[in-house]
């Protein structure tokens, strides 16, 4: 099963304009849409989670058009961990990791399905020991987890992050990542929008880097992580070497001069 | 198992301040002298009745559609007025009072009415797409233009008492309300109110935002509709039989989420009781003020609220930024 755009374009209001966009994402992959400010990538995101249409083109999953599937069976397939750790009522992290059940409840209570989801989702993210704490009283690491519980507990097949690092300390930045790439190797679709490049060199199994709202490059992490690349899309002098375990390092050194 | 307790203590609230509406006034009513076949009994079936009744209903309504708004707009100062649908209502109220429509049975009611259809209609079509921010500035227009239109109205009244009379059904009361304004009114409220309580989930989802919602597979632009639709239906209604009312679904959603907590479903319910509570005991309050006339039920929400509003503002900037 993978996750695929076709030849996608879109342009609305102020949101970035997107054209002539194919790529394929696939499952157990950790893949990380990479580009400068602007470049469309919160905007490809949201048209692989379904929530803009296209303006030409076409998002699928497998060979369902994502657009045309209903919301709720999309919703219980793609999940989505949305810009922004903004929760907007001081409920307890349980409460909250349990909206991620929402698309899968008919009827009144939670079903004991339910339950077991959001405990498990719970223990993978190592959140039960907050559980009945308000969201709003925890630290920035600890919230970004329970949020990322709160997708994890509607069991969906793709998981969708947009830039799920933003505000979060380094210590954070790889509990978070690892927990990312832990769902990958499960066998979930992961796909991320990261504005480290450093992270993306060291996490992402496949690259997909946007430039003025078309891919620059896309592939394995030495395919498009080169210098030239880099020079090209967001203007830096960036040196990349191998070290003993064979792992791609990259050293920024500095903007480029023109 | 606490909320469960909570809930039992409003709704024994709910039915002592049920019984306080129906005896206190100028002459207590006890409940022996209900059925009496005197001028007590007439009191009772007449007058304090319907309008504990309509206290109930008003109070409800209101309290629920303040806690399904402030959800909605995830801004816990919002209140029902912010769609100006009462602004709406009480305009088409006081233009019937204007021309005399009031004096035909339904007259008030249906202008009232009226008013706040339009205001929804109007509210649909400038809030389409736009989210809440739309929803908000659409609201604040719609007040605005409604409030500025009925200053006007009130400005070219052809009597001082025509003005008076007007200003005195703005300022909102349960006074002399009879069995039938509240057999007119009450399946609006219903329905409103049972479009209003099917919103919990929803309004859930939107605590992790508008595309958080989305992804849950939350349809916004419904959850639009039922909003627009049910503080409609239920506010306008409560406006045309009652005239203005205020604070009620400003403060009693704040007090219901200190003891249910913050999660928008949970409190639904218990701000209906909550608002059916505050509205009843304050309505059996101006009855009891000594004096010659009768303090408005309006006026009184607006001295027990303004102090609370004061309060929590204080609370909020002394809390978490």
Redesign the interface.
Known sequence: MNLNVQNLGFAHGRTATLEGISATFEAGRFSVILGPNGAGKSTLLACLAGLQKPNSGTARLGDEDITAMPAPTRAKRIGLLPQGADTHWAITSEALVALGRIPHLRGAGASADDRRAIAAAMHATATDGFAHRPITELSGGERARVLLARVLAGEPEWILADEPLANLDPGYQLDILDLLRQQAREGKGVVAVLHDLHHAVRFADHIVLLHHGSVFAQGAVDDVITAQNLANVYGIDAHLSKDEDGATQLLIKGKMRS | MTSRFMTGLLLLLTLAALLLSLMAGKVWIWPMSWAADNADGWIFLELRLPRALLGFCIGAVLGLSGAVLQGYL?NPLADPTVLGVSASAALGGVLAIFLGINLVPFGLFGCAMIGAGASILLLLAIGRGGGPIGFILGGMVLSTLAGALTAFVISIAPNPFAASEIINWLMGALTDRLMEDVLTALPFMAIGALLLLTTG?AL??????E??A??????LFRLQWLIVLGVGLSVGASVAVSGVVGFVGLIVPHLIRSFY????SCILVPSALGGAILTLTADSLVRLIPGPGEMRLGIAMAVLGAPFLLLLLIRYRKG?A
């Not at chain 2, 859930?204 to 935002?209: I, P, R």
């Not at chain 2, 989305?214 to 349809?219: E, N, P």
Request: net charge neutral; hydrophobic share 25%.
């Open positions: 995830r989930r859930d989802a939107l605590t992790l935002g595309n958080g989305k992804s849950l597979g939350v349809d907590g913050e999660q928008p978490p």
